[in-house]
């Protein structure tokens, strides 16, 4: 069976990935790529969890081959990865159909962690107790949905079920994970909102969107409040004439275009040229002029946006709002109808021991720092595995959306995205 993330054990330093992304591109030449070679640049992608650009390619295998199982499991893991429950569901039940037996061991474990995210907690706890049933000897595959089971029943504060299924694992793997279950069981006591299921009972009590689709309710209910809120403050001067936007607009005069400002972004910061909403060719113009490597992915995704992945030169960090000892930090820029619709930016942990109170820790500090600058429009949304809130830039069409991701595998993930709410 083929491996799943974090399954290699080498550690990739930011420099390396990204370099790495650059070879798995490089191969393409030309708009006509055999099915095989772009599934090959999929899994490398993957493989350096670079699952925005990852997922564009596995989609174009499996318009091309739609019954590619194993493409469906990989997109799908990219969809869970990105916080897509909707779709990472769906996937995950047709590469079902296409896996059987066996070959379908670590569909259910994505199909677990899918319902995990989402905070389906008793589907996730059923879809790993089948997974372990197609393969008990499989002892990683095993040691990961047991870990799932037992943080599925802290989230529904079931402390007996817990327990057992803790009492299945080794000392130092049970030691670790009761601590990101106690942390649970804690946060559900605080808020005396245990998951509204059992271990028993097939639930659908969680969240079941895709990211995007949850972006857009807040940011669309954020502008609604902005209507009523103006309606109802009395006009003494009469209508304001509407202020053009100012073209190359940097940081320092424009707040609209200015996600990072009054955030330390550490060094060798780019928000000077990204100005979001702006013509695409000034920007990448802009950013080969401060020495950075762009690489434009060879498919467009399914809304028509372009995806550039770019390569930062030795002494130049990819501009992250987290802090900490991140292995990898990864930033793309999306392109749409000609101009920069998104900046996004990727913050990779892995190896790391209570993934969930360190996720938390990092999200907390993260979203402590765009709170300095940002006026908060959504509740924050948070199902233990899974965590993310939403912001808006001032009065401007700028959102952004913070995620927090702790995997079974010891993974971390953190995704700043700052996106011009005017071209969604």
């Known amino acids: 069976m083929w491996p799943r993330m974090n399954r290699r054990t080498i550690k990739r330093t930011a420099l390396a990935c990204c370099a790495a992304v650059f070879v798995a591109l490089a191969a393409a030449g030309g708009n006509a790529f055999a099915a095989e070679s772009r599934f090959e640049r999929a899994r490398n992608l993957y493989d350096i969890h670079e699952y925005n650009v990852a997922l564009v390619l596995f989609e174009k295998v499996i318009e091309s081959e739609p019954e590619n199982g194993e493409a469906l499991d990989f997109a799908s ?11 990472a569901k769906k996937g995950f039940q047709q590469a079902e159909q296409l896996l059987p037996g066996k070959l379908s061991k670590w569909v259910k474990v994505g199909l677990g962690e899918t319902y995990l995210g989402a905070g389906a907690y008793g589907e996730s706890i059923l879809a790993f107790e089948q997974a372990i049933g197609l393969d008990p000897d499989d002892e990683e595959l095993v040691v990961r949905a047991r870990k799932g089971i037992v943080l599925a029943n802290a989230s529904l504060m079931d402390s007996k079920a817990m327990n057992t299924a803790l009492s299945d694992l080794s000392g130092d793997v049970a030691a670790e994970v009761k601590e990101d279950a106690d942390a649970l069981l804690e946060r559900q006591s605080a808020s005396n909102k245990p998951g509204e299921a059992t271990a028993s009972e097939t639930v659908s009590s969680g969240n079941l969107s895709n990211a995007d689709e949850r972006r857009a309710a807040v940011f669309e209910a954020a502008a609604a ?7 109802e403050t009395p006009d003494q001067q009469g209508p304001a004439e509407p202020k053009e936007r100012e073209t190359g607009s940097s940081p320092a005069n424009d707040d609209r275009n200015a996600p990072g400002n009054g955030v330390e972004l550490g060094s060798g910061s780019i928000w000077s040229v990204l100005s979001l909403g702006e013509p695409i060719e000034g920007i990448l113009s ?4 401060l020495g950075i490597s762009i690489q434009k992915v060879e498919e467009p995704t399914r809304s028509g946006a372009w995806i550039h992945i770019l390569g930062f030169p030795p002494g130049m960090a990819p501009p992250a709002v987290t802090n900490g000892d991140a292995d990898t930090t990864m930033c793309v820029i999306e392109e749409f109808q000609g101009r920069l619709r998104a900046v996004t930016i990727t913050s990779f942990w892995e190896n790391r021991k209570s993934c969930i109170r360190m996720k938390d820790a990092i999200f907390k500090e993260t979203a402590a720092k765009l709170n300095e600058r940002l006026r908060v429009i959504g509740a924050v949304t948070d199902s233990g595995l899974f965590t993310e809130a939403q912001w808006v830039l001032g009065e401007s069409p700028i959102g952004v959306s913070l995620s927090g991701t702790a995997g079974l595998d010891g993974s971390i993930i953190v995704e700043t995205i700052y996106i011009d709410l005017s071209l969604i």
Do not use: D, V
């Open 77 to 87: 893991w990219c969809n869970r990865y990105l916080g897509n429950w909707e779709t």
């Open 225 to 231: 409040s902005s209507e009523r809120e103006t309606a």
């Open 286 to 289: 802009g950013l080969s002029g």
